[in-house]
């Protein structure tokens, strides 16, 4: 039975911080140093409070434990090898032919306490800087693909994702439960 799991994307994205704030924003920046104003509507940085719940939903829902048995969790899985640098021309292309509509915004979690709501076109412009040396994941709020980059230069897009309960041990909780808890956390730790 397949699960209609969705994240609500404005409770994690409400909850963001300037861009100057952030240590990872050189991933953004061109060889200047700089961000246009075009590029910054459609980059949020998360505050540490949001980073933690991004994580969290990160491993509930099981989104780590599929990289690199990717197969064994999305019915299309499709790959690229990214090998050297100047490659970028194909490797964007490669991003662009997913098929992802640029203004969709997907979550780029990069530590625990720094992660980010981008849009798909800000991933595929700056890609080079993203995907460059640790290991990443990049999802959406459906949970029915997600983007695996491993430090050696794979990159892996599953989709379709398959749900399983003896798999993947997911809980079946409603969307309604998820932001229960997530806003319990969160107001524990603005209490302490």
């Known amino acids: 039975m397949e699960s209609q799991t969705h994240i609500p994307l404005n409770l994690i994205a409400d909850n963001s911080k300037p861009?100057?704030?952030?240590?990872t924003r050189w991933l953004f920046e061109d060889e200047k140093g700089?961000?246009?104003?075009?590029?910054?509507?459609?980059?949020?940085?998360?505050?540490?409070?949001a980073s933690h719940a991004l994580e969290f939903y990160t491993y509930k829902f099981g989104l780590w434990k599929f990289y690199p048995e990717v197969d064994k969790y999305f019915k299309e899985v499709k790959s690229f090898h990214y090998a050297y640098?100047?490659?970028?021309?194909?490797?964007?292309?490669?991003?662009?032919?997913?098929?992802?509509?640029f203004k969709k915004r997907v979550f780029l979690p990069l530590s625990n306490d720094e992660s980010y709501v981008i849009s798909w076109k800000?991933?595929?412009?700056?890609?080079?800087?993203i995907f460059h040396a640790n290991d990443q994941i990049v999802w959406d709020n459906t949970l029915n693909w997600a983007l695996y980059y491993h430090h050696d230069g794979e990159l892996?897009?599953?989709?379709n994702r398959i749900?399983?309960?003896?798999?993947?041990?997911e809980k079946k909780e409603s969307d309604d439960q998820l932001i229960v808890d997530f806003m319990?956390?969160?107001?524990a730790k603005k209490d302490l």
């Open 34 to 49: 700089l961000i246009t104003d075009e590029e910054r509507d459609q980059i949020i940085p998360l505050n540490v409070e």
């Open 184 to 187: 319990k956390r969160l107001n």
């Open 122 to 129: 800000i991933l595929i412009k700056k890609s080079e800087n």
């Open 85 to 101: 640098e100047g490659q970028g021309k194909g490797f964007k292309k490669w991003l662009y032919q997913l098929g992802i509509p």
């Open 163 to 169: 749900y399983s309960a003896t798999v993947e041990g």
């Open 19 to 23: 861009l100057e704030d952030t240590l």
């Open 156 to 159: 892996l897009f599953g989709c």
